[in-house]
């Protein structure tokens, strides 16, 4: 299983920006599936998830701003960001939690998607 995070970049505060996530191989359906983002400096956390029944799961500073979803025929899970602000720049990440901690994941990590926010 591969993942491959698109649609990042650089956005003013109070923007918004849409992130894209293909992932390879047929169980997708079947799989949790996270966003996950790394600021300079700071470890890895998890921003939002979504369960293989749709259920949502937002990290603190993302609620009422990020919303994830998935599109199980294209293989895709989506993190629709809104109300940027400048603490929200890090390296964006999708990956499969594994079902005992939402902070370990089961796949190798992708490239991931850089989003900026500044002025």
């Known amino acids: 299983v591969q993942m491959v995070e698109s649609g990042g970049g650089l956005v003013q505060p109070g923007g918004s920006l849409r992130l894209s996530c293909v992932v390879s191989g047929s169980s997708f359906r079947r799989m949790d599936m996270g966003w996950y983002r790394q600021a300079p400096g700071k470890q890895r956390e998890m921003v939002a998830k979504?369960?293989?029944?749709?259920?949502?799961k937002y990290e603190e500073s993302a609620k009422d701003r990020f919303t994830i979803s998935r599109d199980n025929a294209k293989n895709t899970v989506y993190l629709q960001m809104n109300s940027l602000k400048p603490e929200d720049t890090a390296v964006y990440y999708c990956?499969?939690?594994?079902?005992?901690?939402?902070?370990?994941?089961?796949?190798?990590w992708g490239q991931g998607t850089q989003v900026t926010v500044t002025v």
């Open positions: 979504i369960t293989s029944d749709g259920t949502e």
């Open positions: 990956n499969e939690p594994t079902s005992y901690s939402d902070a370990m994941v089961r796949r190798a």
